[in-house]
C-alpha cells in the first residue's frame, strides 16, 4: 500500500490550502484515513480523520476550519484548510489505518504546509 499526498505550499495567514491523499495497493475497504501534522520541534499530533462511514474527528485547534472529505471509490482523503494560522505551519502527513485480524498502519510522505504572518 502507498499513500501519495500532495497540495501543501506557502501560503498567508488566513488563507486556504487543501490536501489530497491518495491511497494505492490492495486496501481493505473498511478503513480510517486521516490527517497528522509535526511542527517543527514538536511531536507529530492527529488533525483529523474520517471513517469509511463518513464519521469524523477533528482536535480542538482546527475545528470550525478544517474540514476532512473521503472518495472511498478513490481511496483518497482531503484536508480543506481555512483561515490558516501560522500555528498551522507543519509537515502534514496522512494516515490509512484499518484491521483485518491485524492491524494495518500506513503512512504518506508528508507535505510541508507553511503559513506566514
Known amino acids: 500500500v502507498q499513500l501519495q499526498a500532495s497540495g501543501g505550499g506557502l501560503v498567508q495567514a488566513g488563507g486556504s490550502l487543501r490536501l489530497s491523499c491518495a491511497a494505492s495497493?490492495?486496501?481493505?475497504?473498511?478503513?480510517?484515513m486521516g490527517w497528522y501534522r509535526q511542527a517543527p520541534g514538536k511531536q507529530r499530533e492527529l488533525v483529523a480523520t474520517?471513517?469509511?462511514?463518513?464519521?469524523?474527528y477533528y482536535t480542538e485547534s482546527v475545528k470550525d476550519r478544517f474540514t476532512i472529505s473521503k472518495d472511498n471509490a478513490k481511496n483518497t482523503v482531503y484536508l480543506q484548510m481555512n483561515s490558516l494560522k501560522p500555528e498551522d505551519t507543519a509537515v502534514y502527513y496522512c494516515?490509512?489505518?484499518?484491521?483485518?485480524?491485524?492491524?494495518?498502519?500506513?503512512w504518506g510522505q508528508g507535505t510541508l504546509v507553511t503559513v506566514s504572518s
Open positions: 494516515n490509512l489505518l484499518y484491521y483485518n485480524y491485524r492491524r494495518y498502519d500506513y
Open positions: 474520517i471513517t469509511t462511514g463518513g464519521t469524523t
Open positions: 495497493g490492495s486496501i481493505f475497504s473498511i478503513n480510517t
